[in-house]
């Protein structure tokens, strides 16, 4: 199926609000495959807002710009707020009046807990919808949404809040756009520390075999390599072959190291399982990440049982005082060094009494570099008790950038001790 999609808020457009509604449609219809094939975000303006309609409708007539959809989804306002308008200028394309919807005032006044009499006139003005359009029920808010069809488009009004967006889709779409006739065939793994031009060389020999297709994702967190295809119903014996003699021979390729795990788990969830499949706890010593490594840490449920503590040591006395840093190392070498980094794990994990320790300190910038420690330069420190390791490390962008790129390779650092320490007697 084709879809488009309509955001409508000034603020998408000021630059206050990101469309997350946008990126998040892209990833739920990729999963469902259904092609997404525009989205517009658009002002709060009722004439704006019917004239792209009147665009959309140019369109499934093969005489607009925008591209054919058999569904549109509009997001955002639906609210009781003035600047609210969807409600208005959808009846005003259709050129019909907006009228009170006695359902909608049930789901409302049981979601309020209260009789329908009770609802404030302010929340009133969520319940109206256009004549002929069907009301459907928010079940994560009050502003009501409606569907209605239109010359063969489907069309559905969502609220704009990002978790009322999802529970719409949820129950109003998800379901019945499920395809019958085929499956997501997929493999995915995650990759750190392989820059993309070695992996392109590594991959230079790798067919990727029809119909799958490759991608190669990379974020800080790493970079998601993947072979999918949808797969009519009939072909997914056969097709489940050939990719899984793909996805073989493509692993071969790749150092065994940068495959962060083969089940295609993140680095967080991978870091988590090494060290529950051990008993094995850990503490953190950050300097320049304010507690990034810990966040990622304990991303995953249950990381309590993993993770004991840890230490935001900015100020070098805090790194004495905590850590046990001497304060002569801290003179001699300054803060930002491979034996500051050591000193620090090797502090944190006796301090905190863990199985593992990992320390950071570094120069996140924009100010603070020197020619001799540059704005990025970042040392990471990993300890156990059979000893320590450190890691020098230049990074670039931004602050922002390098301290989530510091936070993840400390991950990463900590992911290959633990498999390393292991195989040392
Ligand atoms: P409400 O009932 O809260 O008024 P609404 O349908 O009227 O819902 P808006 O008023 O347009 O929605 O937006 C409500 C909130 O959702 C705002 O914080 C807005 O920034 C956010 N929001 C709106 N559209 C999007 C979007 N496309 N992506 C992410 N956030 C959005």
Not at 87 to 107: H, I, K, M, T
Not at 203 to 229: C, H, K, M, N, Y
Not at 382 to 401: I, L
Request: aromatic residues 8%.
């Amino acid at each position: 199926m084709r879809i488009g999609l309509l955001n409508i808020g000034d603020e998408l457009l000021l630059g206050k609000t990101l469309n997350t509604n946008a990126f998040d449609l892209a990833g739920w219809l990729g999963e469902l495959g259904h092609e997404l094939v525009f989205t517009l975000a658009i002002e709060d303006r009722e004439d704006v807002i019917a004239g792209v309609l009147r665009d959309v409708m140019a369109g499934v007539a093969g005489i607009g710009a925008l591209p054919r959809c058999e569904k549109l989804l509009l997001t955002g306002g639906l609210g009781p707020t003035r600047d609210d308008l969807t409600r208005g200028a959808v009846a005003g394309f259709l050129d019909v009046p907006l009228e009170y919807n006695s359902e909608a005032e049930g789901w409302l006044a049981e979601r309020l807990g209260v009789k329908p009499e009770a609802i404030s006139e302010s929340q009133r003005q969520q319940l109206y919808v256009p004549r002929g359009t069907l009301p459907l029920r928010n079940p994560a808010g009050s502003a009501c949404g409606f569907s209605f069809e239109l010359n063969g488009v489907s069309l559905f009004a969502f609220p704009g809040v990002p978790s009322e967006f999802r529970a719409m889709f949820d129950l109003h779409c998800r379901p019945s756009w499920q395809r019958g006739d085929a499956v997501l065939m997929r493999k995915r793994i995650f990759t750190f520390g392989l820059a993309e031009s070695r992996q392109r060389e590594l991959l230079r020999g790798f067919a990727t075999p029809e119909p799958f297709r490759f991608s190669s994702l990379p974020s800080e967190s790493g970079v998601a390599i993947a072979l999918e295809a949808f797969v009519a119903n009939a072909e997914v014996e056969t097709q489940k072959v050939l990719l899984e003699s793909a996805w073989k021979e493509l692993l071969s390729l790749l150092p065994a190291e940068s495959i962060v795990d083969l089940g295609g788990a993140t680095l967080p969830q991978t870091v988590f399982h090494l060290l529950r499949e051990r008993d094995a706890t850990v503490s953190v010593a950050e300097s320049c990440t304010a507690g990034a490594v810990g966040y990622l840490l304990t991303e995953i449920p249950g990381s309590s049982q993993t993770f004991k503590q840890g230490y935001l040591t900015y100020a070098n006395e805090a790194k004495t005082l905590l850590l046990g840093v001497k304060e002569d190392l801290l003179k001699s070498r300054g803060a930002v060094s491979e034996a500051v980094a050591l000193a620090m794990a090797n502090g944190c994990r006796e301090a905190a009494n863990t199985d593992y320790a990992v320390a950071i300190t570094g120069i996140a910038g924009p100010e603070g570099g020197t020619p001799e420690k540059p704005v990025g330069l970042v040392y990471i420190a990993v300890c156990s008790q059979k000893g320590a390791e450190v890691r020098r490390f230049q990074f670039r962008g931004d602050r922002k950038s390098i301290r989530w790129s510091s936070a993840y390779a400390a991950l990463n650092q900590l992911r290959l001790f633990i498999i390393n320490d292991l195989r040392k007697v």
